[in-house]
């Protein structure tokens, strides 16, 4: 059992029905998926290719890409093409993804302080961009293939019922917020 996997089973439960007071155990919130991915404005290739691979090397699954659903003519992008990529995780691949978090980027990331939340936040998601991606042994030497990556968007899905537990989630897994006021 993966060991960000057996905190979440047997202290997280523990301490979120100390907390709320449940009273069924199918009503303790849980991280249900993970969704990592970038937007293009244009649809060149070469950096959608890019951004692929760069999800694909740090998730270690198969990626999608999103096609646009709309014409727009400012960003000149037709009806039907490539604008980003997508990956979603779940299950063993979301824990396999936390520990490379917590071990390889945020230790490494200058003058991180943590994430910052502000009022208008969901009750069942998070969702921030993660700026500086180089952080992986991998991309250090081949930074000539990604040096023109957009900023990562880092989703966490929840089946939380209220902010404080989606706060409380977090920042017992050691998830790195920062709230103003909330």
Excluded at 59 to 72: A, D, E, H, Q, R
Excluded at 128 to 143: G, M, P, Q, R, V
């Amino acid at each position: 059992m993966h060991f960000i996997e057996y905190l979440k089973f047997k202290t997280l439960k523990y301490d979120l029905t100390n907390k709320f007071f449940y009273k069924n155990t199918k009503e303790i919130p849980k991280v249900k998926k993970i969704i990592l991915n970038f937007s293009c404005k244009t649809d060149d290739i070469k950096q959608l290719s890019a951004s692929m691979l760069f999800l694909e090397i740090i998730t270690s699954k198969k990626g999608k890409l999103t096609i646009s659903k709309k014409s727009n003519i400012i960003l000149k992008i037709k009806k039907g093409n490539p604008t980003g990529c997508k990956i979603i995780l779940q299950k063993k691949q979301l824990f396999n993804f936390l520990e490379k978090i917590f071990i390889f980027i945020f230790p490494n990331l200058k003058s991180f302080s943590g994430i910052k939340l502000n009022k208008n936040f969901n009750s069942k998601a998070l969702t921030f961009k993660l700026l500086n991606i180089f952080n992986y042994n991998e991309f250090k030497d081949h930074y000539y293939l990604f040096n023109n990556l957009q900023n990562l968007n880092f989703i966490i899905l929840t089946t939380s019922k209220s902010k404080k537990e989606l706060i409380f989630i977090l920042k017992s897994i050691q998830f790195p917020i920062k709230l103003k006021q909330i």
